[in-house]
């Protein structure tokens, strides 16, 4: 047997090239080595306003981008967390079973409740709703990007708490897969803040659809500061590092080497070539991406990745419910 992995990402936007760099990258090379499940987590999204209209378009293209950029439905399974009722009924349970301190003291919670005029309760019990979707696939490995850290560790605590509790055999302890570059892409307009998809400045982030024009733009704009040396400086040059980054990880270049072609120019070059690396990156992405969207097998996928889901689901259901007596 294979070991197993389970992923998600929120359809709370477009995936940014930070979304594919952290973890989406993974996703596709994983699924050989790995019984490998993938979901759209629609319910973690709506823990911050969405539109319904936006929300329901977002999670159908999230799908066809799963699948565009590799995943295959024959080898992994690919579903929408909502689809699949165990996911809240266990993070219930796990929520009974986690203090509310320790989700206070989670920074991203503190990150989005900042930004919020009224913060959801569900900005706080996110992380139980997170471990909830980790170990009903007795998911022994999650592959995520570095901001994830501090959710995994929640989650290996939790599961060590109810086992001890309840039963050594209850739950799998996961462990994160962490990219050993790449895992936190930071903003293109503020190298101190993570890229994110749901940022209010688009300029800041690119995203997974944005056609080659955009993606240049948005290089060519993206701050920098006033030394014009291409090099690798995370202190005193934390934008161009991030750029050097990107450019390594994409290519598979190192950045000594990358450095060492760029001596003695300014950043326009640079910039312009880091473009034409992600635009062919993300070309035949979204090439593909089309095609499953006017087509009518991406529903199709959908469904039965949420009954082959529910399945597995449902029996770690009944044995964490078994274990406390319900
Ligand atoms: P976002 O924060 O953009 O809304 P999600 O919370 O949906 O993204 O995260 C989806 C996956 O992408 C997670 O594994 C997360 O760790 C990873 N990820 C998110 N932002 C970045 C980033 N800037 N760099 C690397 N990985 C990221
Ligand atoms: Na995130």
Redesign the pocket.
Known sequence: MKPTIF????P??I??I??Y????RGFAQLQDDYDATYCI?NQ?AITVPQDPETLRQMTRQLAALYIALGIDPKKSTIFVQSDVPAHTQAAWIIMCNTGIGELERMTQYKDKSSKQESVGAGLLVYPPLMVADIVLYDAQFV??????KQHIELARDFVDRFNARYGEDTLVKPEGIF?KA?????SLQDPTS?????DANPKSYISMLDDPKVITKKIKGAVTDSLGIVQYDKINQPAIANLLEMYSVLTDESIESIVARYEGQGYGNFKGDLAEVVVSVLEPIQKRYEELLAGDELDKILEEGAIKASEVANRTLARMEKAIGL
């Open positions: 992923s998600g990402v929120q709370s936007g995936p940014t930070g979304n760099i952290g973890a989406m987590v973690h592959p995520v990007g570095d901001d994830q990219p790449g895992g936190r892409v930071m993570k890229m994110s998809k749901s």
